[in-house]
């Protein structure tokens, strides 16, 4: 038989006794075994773990099964495990081994999930490309020669390909949308503090959110419920309530005001982007929703503020690793400066180097003012407008790419066109929306994504319209196809 490719229906088929928890993790691995020659998506696969893991699922009761038993779903390699290592694909941390985990996975093992092993990055999650892993680029499962996206390009992979159910992913500037759109998966970013950073290598602390990327809408929301909430041990994360999301997938949209802001389909958008992502927002008029054509100027704003901000904030987390603690390094010099420089200059990949000069800059004596606190002034400012287009507007939708997914090597010589590519997800990142990626179309046989965004924590309303979206299409049930021998 045919093993089921969703959440949902692996679990339907589980509770029915069809297949066990083995079945599903030797599937998966067989899968991983026969694509990772070509992704590279994994920098650890847990092979042995996850099959002992599967037998201990497989004989518990029937009776109080957890909401993710005996599923199989990947860890970017920025979030610490106890099993294996967790490196954020830099050689820097390339022998550490977390003695504690992450709360997300602490909540993915309570309900019952089987961790399959960590995915490939952009080196300490700085990147759009997954090209500035220290391990090697992950390729986009659609077409070979292109990126996957980043910096989340190896858990998204991973889904898009069926090498797990689902995937843990991080979105500081775009890092879970942006990869999601370029290969066609289900990916959201919450509302800052919806789930805990603890335990989550910091990039920018005041932006960074772990996501779950998914197949399809109602999976993703299954996965957020499993994920949000508050925790004591980060004190970021907000006591909002977290709601039944998936109860909200198949509620009608009749009459949902759904803002089109017209920024998000100007001039630096490829035209078949637009008009993909168009033609989508005109299916979610046909269900019954309401297309308002609104206006945010600040959007032009947010890719200056945004990478002012998050690489102050990286120069500052990233002041932490010198090769001495977190797996240390066969370095040998005779004194502690000479370590560092050693250790810093050799162990630390380009983007990061650049980041932490970048930070280090803005945050000086004579910038800082001009710099940092003008950028948190306009962040306020940025946060501001979308409060008061959200007293128009339900939800906000529009493309979360200017481009389909752009050839690997294309982009690594020129950063700033590498930063462009988050030009429509960094708005959303900047004010702490919540915002995902659902699968809109196809251009020249590569995915296009729809964003939809939402105010502080209602995520529910994103659910609502990605999944009446969805189920309007078949988009989500074209796969990538292996190549042929």
């Known amino acids: 038989m045919s093993l089921p490719s969703t959440i949902l229906a692996a679990s339907e088929a589980l509770d029915s006794k069809k297949i066990t928890s083995g079945e599903l993790v030797d599937n998966v691995l067989k899968k991983i075994d026969q694509w990772e020659p070509h992704l590279n998506a994994f920098l650890e696969v847990f092979n042995e773990e996850a099959r002992a893991v599967a037998q201990k699922r497989d004989k518990q009761s029937d009776a109080g099964k957890t909401p993710l038993h005996g599923i199989p779903i990947a860890i970017k390699d920025l979030i610490c495990t106890v099993t294996g290592r967790t490196t954020a694909a830099s050689k820097i941390l390339q022998r550490f081994k977390s003695t504690y985990q992450a709360t997300v996975i602490n909540r993915l093992e309570q309900a019952g ?85 603890f335990g989550v290598i ?12 998914t197949r399809t809408v109602k999976d993703n929301a299954l996965m957020l419920e499993v994920l949000a909430g508050v925790d004591e041990y980060d004190a970021t994360s907000s006591p909002e309530p977290v709601k039944k999301y998936t109860d909200y997938c198949g509620r009608d949209i009749k009459d949902m005001k759904i803002g089109l802001p017209q920024e998000y389909f100007g001039p630096d958008v490829d035209p078949s982007i637009s008009q993909t992502v168009r ?18 100027p600040l959007m032009y704003a947010a890719i200056p503020t945004y990478y002012l901000l998050v690489k102050a904030e990286a120069s500052s987390n990233l002041a932490r690793y010198d090769g001495l603690r977190y797996g240390a390094l066969d370095i040998k010099t005779d004194n502690l400066l000479n370590h560092y420089l050693e250790a810093r200059g050799r162990y630390f990949g380009p983007e990061v180097k650049r980041s932490i000069l970048m930070g280090t800059y803005a945050l000086s004596a004579g910038y800082v003012d001009a710099w940092y606190k003008q950028a948190s002034r306009v962040r306020t400012l940025i946060r501001r407008e979308f409060e008061q287009a959200f007293q128009q507007v339900d939800l906000i939708v529009g493309p979360v790419t200017p481009e389909v997914a752009f050839p690997i090597g294309s982009k690594t010589d020129d950063p700033l066109q590498m930063y462009l590519a988050d030009l429509l997800t960094d708005p ?7 915002a995902m990626s659902v ?31 969805e189920q309007a299409n078949d988009w989500w049930q074209q796969i ?6």
Request: contains cysteine; charged residues 15%; hydrophobic residues 40%.
């Open 113 to 197: 999930a089987i961790i399959i092993g960590k995915t490939n990055l952009d080196e300490f999650a700085m990147g759009a490309s997954n090209e500035y892993s220290a391990y090697g680029p992950v390729h986009n499962p659609w077409d070979f020669t292109r990126v996957s996206g980043g910096s989340s390009g190896g858990s998204v992979a991973a889904v898009a390909a069926g090498e797990a159910f689902a995937a843990l992913g991080t979105d500081t500037g775009g890092s879970v949308r942006q990869p999601s759109a370029f290969c066609g998966t289900v990916g959201l970013k919450p509302t800052y503090g919806r789930i805990s950073r």
């Open 439 to 469: 699968p809109c179309g196809f251009i020249n046989k590569l995915p296009v994504g729809m964003q939809i965004i939402a105010p502080h924590f209602r995520e529910e309303k994103i659910y609502q319209a990605a999944y009446a979206y």
């Open 480 to 485: 990538p196809a292996l190549p042929e021998k």
């Open 279 to 296: 033609a989508a927002a005109d299916k979610l008029a046909d269900l019954g929703a309401v297309l308002v054509d609104i206006s945010l």
């Open 202 to 213: 910091a990039y920018a602390s005041s932006f960074d959110q772990v996501g779950p990327i």
């Open 428 to 434: 959303a990142s900047v004010a702490g929306l919540p």
